[in-house]
């Protein structure tokens, strides 16, 4: 088992890695954002969050080898819309579209181990959690919570059901309190200074997934 968890551990730091490398590339830049950006923190950032939820896999769905699939093949999805979204402020649709759908059949076959038989808090917690956090933003206008952090919370209430939905929500929005908090403390950041959110949700719903009983 302990070297099972060190090998995907391994592949997810490359993972992180090449999802980096590649989010300098795609989706295409522009001109705030210009292509060919060095290895720097968040390079570091994608190599740690990489293998660390990789690395946790195993000991969370070791029993379950389609919940390992699914929840692998969506952590890919996350480590990479997590480089784009450092480098570009962007999750894409192709990261966050394509996950709504197999996360509702997951849901609906009652195979998925975090929503089991409560489908219908699932689907609230795909509804709710987003259209809580992104009505509220259309005042500051376009960018102050990104339609691409709608569609990725769409498919993670889907994933996670309702509790754990919330529960990696809540996670995500204190970790980017405390960041944005240090950073404006330190004075890196004004107060009008753009931070993305998808990041902190990442995060968040990697803790809801690993960690949280």
Same mark, same amino acid.
């Given at each position: /088992?302990?070297?099972? &968890?060190?090998?995907?551990?391994?592949?997810?730091?490359?993972?992180?890695?090449? &999802?980096?490398?590649?989010?300098?590339?795609?989706?295409?830049?522009?001109?705030?954002?210009?292509?060919?950006?060095?290895?720097?923190?968040?390079?570091?950032?994608?190599?740690?969050?990489?293998?660390?939820?990789?690395?946790?896999?195993?000991?969370?769905?070791?029993?379950?080898?389609?919940?390992?699939?699914?929840?692998?093949?969506?952590?890919?999805?996350?480590?990479? %819309?997590?480089?784009?979204?450092?480098?570009?402020?962007?999750?894409?649709?192709?990261?966050?579209?394509?996950?709504?759908?197999? &996360?509702?059949?997951?849901?609906?076959?009652?195979?998925?181990?975090?929503?089991?038989?409560?489908?219908?808090?699932?689907?609230?917690? &795909?509804?709710?959690?987003?259209?809580?956090?992104?009505?509220?933003?259309?005042?500051?206008?376009?960018?102050?919570?990104? /339609?691409?952090?709608?569609?990725?919370?769409?498919? /993670? %209430?889907?994933?996670?059901?309702?509790?754990?939905?919330?529960?990696?929500?809540?996670?995500?929005?204190?970790?980017? %309190?405390?960041?944005?908090?240090?950073?404006?403390?330190?004075?890196?950041?004004?107060?009008?200074?753009?931070?993305?959110?998808?990041?902190?949700?990442?995060?968040?719903?990697?803790?809801?997934?690993?960690?949280?009983?």
């Amino acid at each position: /088992m302990d070297a099972l &968890a060190l090998a995907l551990a391994a592949a997810g730091a490359v993972l992180g890695f090449a &999802a980096d490398r590649f989010a300098t590339r795609w989706p295409e830049h522009d001109e705030e954002h210009p292509p060919g950006r060095p290895v720097d923190w968040r390079t570091v950032v994608c190599i740690t969050v990489g293998a660390i939820s990789f690395g946790l896999l195993w000991r969370r769905f070791g029993g379950d080898a389609l919940a390992v699939v699914a929840f692998g093949a969506w952590f890919v999805t996350l480590v990479v %819309g997590l480089a784009t979204d450092l480098d570009q402020r962007v999750l894409p649709d192709e990261l966050t579209l394509p996950v709504i759908p197999i &996360a509702l059949v997951y849901a609906i076959s009652g195979l998925n181990p975090f929503v089991g038989s409560a489908l219908v808090p699932a689907i609230l917690a &795909a509804v709710l959690i987003p259209a809580v956090l992104y009505l509220p933003s259309i005042p500051f206008g376009a960018g102050a919570f990104g /339609m691409g952090d709608v569609k990725y919370l769409v498919g /993670m %209430g889907l994933l996670l059901g309702g509790e754990r939905a919330l529960g990696g929500t809540l996670a995500g929005l204190l970790i980017a %309190g405390v960041v944005l908090v240090a950073l404006l403390a330190a004075r890196r950041i004004g107060r009008k200074t753009y931070i993305p959110f998808g990041p902190f949700l990442i995060i968040g719903a990697l803790y809801a997934v690993l960690i949280r009983a």
